[in-house]
């Protein structure tokens, strides 16, 4: 049985203050002001939820001997440390050692399907062996895209437009995007909304410890 170790969440919050570009206008008698751009908070994102997200670490260093792979010394150190780090920064961190494939794929399908919408964020780090595209439990090897695809727009809505970051050892597809339409309300005094489309995989950033085919 795999171990699980949850930390606790914190009401602590990253500076929810939004990003404003702004140019300088030059009226009559030389005053100069600020003119914010329209579409500038559309180049950051809001962090100010009441939950900073959630954490998955999934931790494999043992496998078993059909995989031909050895064991992973070091690797506790490092999701020791990853658990340090996100929990210091307000998020809940949950770490699953020794997954098999079905174990990693089940629990992040879980969470995929989780209400986030209290939520700033996603993070999952997947500390296991890896192939291009591939990622290792320690019973066999899955496609790195079917974790990954779980959480796009399209599927995870209640994460769409926020960050997703995933830490991981292999490479990533280069599937065609289809888009997911989304609504943005004007938080001003009269209500307006504007819908538009993003890509199902925006707002995903991908961090690898080594380059292709290594």
Same mark, same amino acid.
């Given at each position: 049985?795999? /171990?699980?170790?949850? #930390?606790?969440?914190? $009401? &602590?919050?990253?500076?929810?203050?939004?990003?404003?570009?702004?140019?300088?206008? +030059?009226?009559? #008698?030389?005053?100069?002001?600020?003119?914010?751009?329209? =579409?500038?908070?559309? @180049?950051?994102?809001?962090?100010?939820?009441?939950?900073?997200?959630?954490?998955?670490?999934? +931790?494999?260093?043992? =496998?078993?001997? !059909?995989?031909?792979?050895?064991?992973?010394?070091?690797?506790? *150190?490092?999701? +020791?440390?990853?658990?340090?780090? =996100?929990? !210091?920064?307000?998020?809940?961190?949950?770490?699953?050692?020794?997954?098999?494939?079905? &174990?990693?794929?089940?629990?992040?399908?879980?969470?995929? $399907?989780? &209400?986030?919408?209290?939520?700033?964020?996603?993070?999952?780090?997947? *500390? !296991?062996? %890896?192939? /291009? %595209?591939?990622?290792?439990?320690?019973?066999?090897?899955?496609?790195?895209?079917?974790?990954?695809?779980?959480?796009?727009? /399209?599927?995870c809505k209640t994460l769409v437009g926020k960050p997703k970051l995933f830490f991981i050892q292999a490479c990533r597809g280069t599937d065609l995007d289809p %888009?997911?339409?989304?609504?943005?309300? /004007?938080?001003?005094?009269?209500?307006? $909304? $504007?819908?538009?489309?993003?890509?199902?995989?925006?707002? @995903? *950033?991908?961090?690898?410890?080594?380059?292709? %085919?290594?």
């Amino acid at each position: 049985m795999a /171990d699980t170790q949850n #930390g606790a969440h914190t $009401e &602590d919050h990253t500076d929810a203050g939004p990003y404003i570009s702004s140019k300088n206008v +030059n009226l009559k #008698g030389g005053a100069v002001i600020e003119q914010a751009s329209k =579409f500038s908070h559309r @180049f950051t994102y809001k962090m100010d939820y009441p939950e900073m997200g959630l954490c998955v670490i999934i +931790n494999n260093k043992n =496998f078993h001997p !059909s995989t031909r792979m050895g064991m992973r010394n070091g690797t506790d *150190l490092d999701a +020791n440390r990853l658990y340090n780090t =996100f929990k !210091s920064l307000g998020y809940k961190v949950d770490v699953y050692n020794d997954q098999k494939c079905a &174990d990693i794929y089940g629990r992040l399908k879980k969470v995929s $399907e989780d &209400d986030h919408s209290k939520r700033s964020s996603f993070v999952c780090a997947l *500390l !296991s062996h %890896g192939e /291009d %595209g591939k990622l290792y439990g320690v019973d066999d090897y899955l496609p790195i895209k079917n974790l990954t695809n779980l959480f796009r727009g /399209d599927r995870c809505k209640t994460l769409v437009g926020k960050p997703k970051l995933f830490f991981i050892q292999a490479c990533r597809g280069t599937d065609l995007d289809p %888009g997911v339409e989304t609504v943005e309300s /004007d938080s001003g005094g009269e209500r307006s $909304e $504007e819908i538009y489309r993003i890509p199902v995989e925006a707002d @995903f *950033l991908y961090a690898y410890s080594t380059v292709p %085919g290594i």
